[in-house]
């Protein structure tokens, strides 16, 4: 098997989230003001449909998705209800990949991961990620490298969009601003152990199946496991949807436990939705 | 008028048609896939919004827009009920466009009306397309072109995208897999003949503006024709929407018999939705 | 800073807004087309959720966006309800911009605005721009640079399309069809003066976080202005959405007078949609 094509010289690629959606041309400025920045730019939009202001889907979004893009990718994303106040934007690269978005907390899961899988262990403290050796971040806080006049209601166009285009061009992380080795990280939902053999887990995404992902990490997931979920009982981990009847339990393409109904919606048959919470026994 | 430019080397283009919706990143996370094996694809989206799991639609879009693209195009197609089961993986090539998809019938009409259009007929054998000389075809059965570990779930991320991938930087099929000389085809609804003048033929599409579209072939609809629509009856063939007022009957894009009601919905005015029939008398 | 990135040779800038939505393969197979004629396109998609047939909602959005793009970009715009008759097809040139699109007055408020930009002001007559020195536009009429044969109720794929990604290689205005020195203009709404210091002004734009824009220019806006919006009063302007409570009054992103309530939505808070009015009282 061949080695992977490399990118042309002065071609990179760039990964796009937002809470924008498509309907408004706001993403499309976005792209015209990077563009300008770096004409040679391969964007790849992962969503632009995360629930307005809710940086929790979008860091779960951000997290799923930018683990499956080759080493160099710049990935911005933007959810950023507080935009125009005097939350920082920031720049962190881990393992390759780069993020460019406001420290609200969304680029949170995804340097989590990505370090995870370079063998980086980020501490935390509080709200906080602990950035270590190999971790870089700065706060952005150079204007020559934004769009001028920057607009305090879209900081998407005027600061992160540029400032990821330099990014992918080359300019080095350290003149965009100044170092940080802090950034504000979102809690995430963990399995509560009631007894020795009974947890709650929380549902924490519905996609357009009707699948429900919930917040149990497949690591932790037993095979003799037992889930109550609103009135079904479900048993075992089957490998696939397409092999069973009704509700079954497996771990999901984004590696945590799953709910699904094959050939079915799980969230309409079970009446759960996203911060619902499903019980666990497991040996 | 210049011969048409020709992509760089290194440049391939690839279409890409699913139902996994856009809320999700899981169309990202396919692209990320695809561009950790060749990061010089132009990937341009058909659709993501086939409704989920029907085949049917998504085979009849894929036939309207792949037709379109230059020779040379590789198009990535995932409607995937059967994912993790046993049916079969394929990579089809024909006048010079390659399809990668499951076997369950999503390619056949895109399929066979490129090799129409190439003077290839394709005889059909039951629930199969017999391919002849000029249509390659193999059953993926090699897995070291797939991302590791395959998610039982997630075929157009790990077997589907990476393999269309490699056949976009010039992997020859042949190494793929096997070869094999049929695929499933889906059944295409067809005019039915009441009496010697007189139709029914089924709705198999109503797009956004509410024009309907039904499985009459434009070649078989002759000038004089009736249509009985719901309450509506239309004579003749328009040339264009715009030229008269109330509903219409014309020749649609994509080559079918087409009911249309110009500046409003034929779908809402006729309450007619996909898989009614309408009936035509045809001298 | 280094100077902005150059295209490499061969690659163009092509943006892309229509109503065909994308749950249908219109927009792919114009793109299609497009990569027909020139592979090495880069095509960013503006938005195609233009309501069906809404010229109006398209001028704005396409105003709105175009301006963000590098010089040297080409602009496909189709919302096209009159596809099929006399209405006439254009491509207009002004500042390094070229659009490409029916004449219908979908084009009108970006070429007017990138005129001013470029201090080129476009003077008005009824229902058209009067294309002064700066700005080159020619009604297409050469069939050769059409996709043929051309369906009549397609022309997004079969000439505005082809003739875009034509004008993107280098293909020279002047054969593309017969210069003319007017181009059509579709009605913006204006502030109305009801008395010195009182002012209506019409919503243009419901964006998705309930932002409702009106037809208020920034610049006519003083600071110490009251809105009378539904059942509430707003004083002053804000320079961004994240430091108060409440409705507030700022100059949005796309340069006009906004009424926003920061975490919520102004439109379903006020009870206001596109076409209602507000008034405002200035000193």
Redesign the interface.
């Known amino acids: 098997?061949?080695a992977?094509?490399?990118?042309?010289p002065?071609?990179n690629?760039l990964?796009f989230?937002t809470?924008?959606?498509?309907?408004?041309?706001?993403?499309?400025?976005?792209?015209?003001?990077m563009?300008?920045?770096?004409?040679?730019l391969?964007?790849?939009?992962?969503?632009?449909?995360i629930p307005?202001?809710d940086v929790l889907q979008g860091a779960l979004?951000?997290m799923?998705?930018?683990?499956?893009?080759?080493s160099g990718?710049v990935h911005l994303a933007v959810v950023d209800?507080?935009?125009?106040?005097d939350r920082r934007g920031i720049v962190v690269s881990v393992g390759g990949h780069t993020f460019v978005g406001p420290d609200n907390g969304l680029l949170s899961f995804a340097v989590s991961r990505i370090g995870t899988q370079c063998g980086i262990t980020i501490p935390e403290q509080g709200d906080a990620l602990l950035l270590p050796e190999g971790v870089n971040a700065v706060v952005l806080d150079e204007p020559?490298?934004w769009r001028q006049p920057v607009?305090?209601?879209?900081h998407g166009?005027d600061i992160f969009g540029p400032v990821a285009a330099?990014v992918a061009?080359g300019?080095p992380m350290a003149v965009l601003g100044t170092r940080t080795d802090r950034m504000l990280k979102l809690p995430f939902p963990r399995p509560v152990r009631h007894t020795r053999h009974s947890w709650s887990v929380e549902i924490v995404?519905v996609?357009?199946?009707g699948n429900l992902t919930t917040c149990l990490p497949g690591e932790m997931a037993r095979g003799q496991l037992r889930i109550i979920a609103g009135q079904v009982s479900i048993t075992g981990l089957q490998?696939?949807?397409?092999?069973t009847e009704g509700p079954v339990a497996?771990i999901?393409?984004a590696g945590f436990l799953?709910i699904?109904v094959p050939?079915g919606s799980a969230a309409a048959e079970l009446g759960l939705q996203r911060g619902d919470s499903v019980q666990i026994e497991m040996e």
Chains 1, 2, 3 share one sequence.
Do not use: C, W
């Open positions: 098997m061949a992977p094509a490399s990118l042309p002065g071609r690629l990964t989230l809470d924008f959606g498509t309907a408004d041309t706001y993403v499309g400025a976005v792209k015209g003001a563009l300008g920045v770096h004409s040679n391969a964007i790849v939009d992962l969503t632009h449909e307005p202001q979004q951000l799923s998705a930018a683990q499956h893009f080759p990718t209800p507080g935009v125009g106040t020559r490298f607009a305090p209601t879209f166009r330099h061009r300019v995404q996609d357009r199946y490998q696939t949807y397409g092999s497996l999901g393409s799953e699904a050939g």
